[in-house]
């Protein structure tokens, strides 16, 4: 164990272990916002995910030809140029999250298969996109033009906070409590809400089913979208299976936050995020996985349904 | 038709089929096919080693074939993505393929573990240009390929003390962190660096192992600058490594980052971005093609491959010369696996360049030992600097 590292390198771990929880909560939105609705996990979100960070690459490389040998922007080509990532990532991976709904769960669901099915149709349109894209990139990496100059903002000591987790930390706050305020201030949040508890009373109560369940999709899919914008911005690289490590950390996150519980999703990817980076520290990089799922079933024997499950039944997507 | 007329025909016939059965067996001979394989991975993440590797076995079959032999070789691919999982999938059906006598492969470690099982119960014999695992050709070891891999590069055992040596180099008091990929290569190559670390009484500020595929190597770079390292030897392979260059470049980072044969690859330098890329040094028991070919080698590699040079491309001299030994097992009339297998394991070949020589040792590896290159990225470009 090397409990000096976190004596000298406290804000870096503290810092970053935010970051990439923050990148955890909002992918983590995608699944506990389909299971708040659907009862079901929607195995394809890693996908969504990954279909969002070609997006990005795409947009930057292919429609502003930046390369590895572009500078770094500033002004108002960095925003316009971030802006139209973050809106095609976005997009993007909305868009395929709302067909992927249409294509492999809403017949299934209209024919009241069991949840078996739906799980394995998950499964299927996750290996689906990903071979996808592996066959369409020959399974070669990309990476992504730096387009955010990497300067740090604070310094404590002689350790720099950088400004692209620094972006990462306060953008993905911002997306998280907007989406925390729609499902809970809106006419179509309430409803995504009522569909939550009830699906049949929902009915009763005269909500459209599928536009609830569409809409549902389409706003945890672009927030995975997001996140996947935030990556790309930090770490500036994909591949056809950069969404299974990933998606199954934010997976794992929504799981002990309280799956389906908006604000279990925010807990959950924050706590996994910083236990990942100070286990990897003080133990080991070797030993992170181990101590995050043994920690994860250490809250599940005491809290069945994670950290906030059942406990904030009103802020329940 | 008279009794003589009929005598002349039948005699006709009869030497018109005796001919006829003369040059159709000729035509047998001169078509005769043995299909070699060669395993590495085509696709996948790692692909640009398994298609750089290739271009070595195309040039060594083009050239043999183009001088018209009794025996032509055809060459077929088998991809097994550098993963062991794949790798013991796809065995199988290489192994149970009659018409394979050898196989230029498997190109990494863990794909050939996965491997051996099929090649050793088929008897199919295996010359690797590129797996370099100590473990692979020790008998005591449960996961050995004896007696029929062979390997025609240098082992870890040599590549684990040249990449220390090579990453020290020029550096004054030099603090080495040592960070594996938990793969059976990774692990292998860290032993090895590390063994030699402690003989020579190197100082180790620390060490870490971070699985494949990982995203965030934040946790591990914070902990290289908490323990003022100057060198990091990483020993994994290039997407992995170009991620944990351009995190410690992104933080602020300015000490010496190396690694083995696995991140020697140009996409290394695309993954990482130049400026993490700049200086980047690698070892591997590789000497580039195109220090070593002759001018008629290089047009032949380019008419094999339809490049103009192999710069850039890695392991294509070591898959020649993996791809030779089972011609000259050929040309001496060598075409079923049995024979293949005592051709490879007692007879003497010669390297690229014609002189060195390759022979094997019981267990499979080059007789002497083979030497082990270094390389550094240099404005952008990787080069060779000769045998550390």
């Known amino acids: ?317 | 038709m008279n009794k003589n007329s009929k005598r002349v025909l039948g005699a006709v016939a009869a030497v018109t089929l005796v001919l006829g059965t003369v040059a159709v067996t000729s035509a047998q001979a001169a078509t005769k096919t043995v299909t070699l394989v060669y395993q590495g991975p085509l696709t996948g993440t790692d692909a640009q080693t398994g298609q750089d590797e290739f271009l070595g076995a195309q040039t060594a079959v083009q050239m043999y074939n183009d001088t018209n032999p009794a025996v032509k070789v055809k060459l077929i691919q088998a991809d097994d993505q550098g993963d062991g999982a794949v790798a013991g999938t796809v065995a199988p059906g290489i192994a149970a393929n009659k018409a394979v006598i050898g196989v230029v492969g498997p190109a990494y470690s863990g794909a050939s573990i996965a491997s051996f099982p099929s090649y050793k119960a088929t008897r199919l014999t295996m010359v690797s240009p590129s797996a370099t695992r100590v473990t692979l050709t020790d008998t005591k070891s449960p996961d050995n390929g004896y007696p029929f891999f062979h390997r025609v590069v240098g082992n870890d055992a040599l590549q684990g003390p040249a990449v220390v040596r090579w990453s020290i180099d020029g550096v004054d008091s030099p603090k080495v962190y040592v960070i594996d990929d938990q793969t059976p290569y990774g692990t292998g190559l860290a032993q090895a660096a590390v063994a030699y670390i402690k003989l020579k009484k190197i100082n180790q500020v620390g060490s870490d192992s971070v699985v494949q595929k990982t995203s965030d190597y934040s946790a591990t770079v914070s902990k290289i600058k908490a323990s003022k390292a100057n060198v990091v030897i990483y020993t994994g392979y290039y997407p992995d490594g170009g991620a944990l260059a351009k995190s410690l470049n992104d933080n602020g980072w300015n000490g010496v980052f190396a690694g083995g044969d696995g991140v020697l690859n140009d996409a290394f330098i695309d993954v990482a971005g130049k400026a993490a890329a700049e200086g980047a040094k690698f070892t591997a028991p590789a000497v580039p093609f195109e220090t070593a070919a002759s001018a008629a080698q290089q047009a032949a590699f380019t008419k094999a491959t339809g490049l103009k040079t192999a710069a850039g491309h890695v392991y294509v001299t070591e898959t020649f010369n993996a791809t030779n030994v089972f011609i000259s097992c050929i040309k001496l009339g060598k075409v079923t696996r049995a024979g293949i297998q005592s051709c490879v394991a007692t007879g003497t070949f010669f390297a690229l360049d014609g002189k060195t020589i390759l022979k094997f040792t019981r267990q499979g590896e080059v007789v002497g030992g083979a030497p082990v290159g270094g390389f550094q990225v240099v404005k952008g470009i990787i080069k060779y600097f000769g045998a550390v």
Not at chain 1, 23 to 31: D, E, H, N, R, T
């Open chain 1, 1 to 317: 164990m090397n409990f000096s590292v976190v004596v000298s390198q406290f804000w870096p771990l503290l810092i970053n272990g935010l970051a990439l929880g923050f990148i955890y909560v909002l992918i983590s939105l995608g699944y506990t916002m389909v299971y708040g609705v659907l009862r079901l996990i929607n195995f394809a979100n890693s996908e969504i995910f990954m279909v969002g960070t070609f997006a990005t690459v795409i947009v930057s490389r292919n429609f502003f030809g930046f390369n590895q040998d572009t500078d770094p922007l500033s002004g108002f080509k960095l925003f316009f140029a971030m802006g139209a990532c973050l809106v095609a990532s976005m997009l993007v991976s909305g868009v395929t999250a709302v067909i992927v709904e249409l294509v492999a769960y809403r017949r299934l669901r209209a024919k009241g298969t069991n949840r078996l099915a739906s799980l394995i149709s998950a499964i299927g349109v996750s290996i689906i996109l990903q071979e996808g894209v592996r066959i369409l990139t020959h399974s070669v990496p990309m990476s992504n033009p730096r387009l955010l100059r990497k300067f740090s903002v604070v310094t404590f000591g002689d350790v720099g906070i950088r400004v692209d987790t620094l972006l990462v930390i306060v953008f993905a706050a911002v997306l998280f409590f907007s989406v925390d305020r729609f499902v809970n201030k809106t006419l179509l949040g309430k409803a995504i809400r009522a569909v939550s508890m009830s699906e049949e009373t929902s009915k009763l109560m005269g909500i459209n089913l599928n536009r609830v369940i569409s809409a549902t999709f389409l706003i945890g899919g672009s927030m995975t979208g997001a996140a996947a914008f935030l990556y790309e911005t930090v770490y500036e690289n994909t591949k056809y299976n950069v969404g299974f490590s990933i998606g199954l950390a934010a997976f794992t996150a929504a799981v002990l936050g309280g799956i389906g519980n908006l604000r279990g999703a925010f807990y959950g990817g924050l706590s996994l995020g910083l236990l990942e980076q100070f286990a990897a520290a003080i133990l080991g990089t070797q030993w992170k996985a181990v101590t995050v799922f043994l920690v994860l079933v250490m809250v599940l024997l005491f809290k069945p349904n994670g950290l906030f499950g059942e406990a904030v039944q009103q802020t329940r997507v």
